[in-house]
């Protein structure tokens, strides 16, 4: 059984950058793509971010490109998601999830970290 533990979330100010990781237990993270997801109250899970096993492939939702990267350190079963340039609008829980393969589509992942808290002040 594959668990998934999201950190680094916290309260920034607009323009201030946040780091979260996602630390992979159970197997080794070089067996999954990992996917960033984003819940803001009263909407849905929407898609951030997603990187390949072994790294090659990103995709990333439009409104965070150039702001948001994906990257991953098998060595040490964790991905990350690097944000900078945070706008109000970001804030939300955020979720990493792990499938064998690049997933765009909450539904297509089994495994959820619990999430955390990121809150961009303006």
């Known amino acids: 059984q594959v668990q998934l533990e999201e950190s680094g979330g916290g309260l920034v100010q607009a323009g201030g950058s946040l780091r979260l990781s996602c630390k992979v237990s159970?197997?080794?993270?070089?067996?999954?793509?990992i996917g960033w997801f984003r819940q803001a109250p009263g909407k849905e899970r929407e898609f951030v971010a997603v990187?390949?096993?072994?790294?090659?492939?990103?995709n990333y939702v439009d409104s965070v490109k150039d702001r948001f990267i994906v990257s991953r350190d098998d060595a040490k079963d964790t991905a990350y998601l690097q944000m900078i340039s945070l706008k109000p609008e970001d804030t939300a829980v955020y979720y990493c999830?792990?499938?064998?393969?690049?997933?765009?589509?909450?539904?297509?992942?089994?495994?959820w970290g619990q999430g955390t808290q990121v809150t961009v002040s303006s």
């Open positions: 159970g197997r080794r993270l070089n067996n999954y793509a």
């Open positions: 999830a792990a499938d064998r393969y690049i997933q765009l589509k909450a539904k297509e992942y089994d495994y």
């Open positions: 990187i390949s096993r072994f790294g090659g492939t990103t």
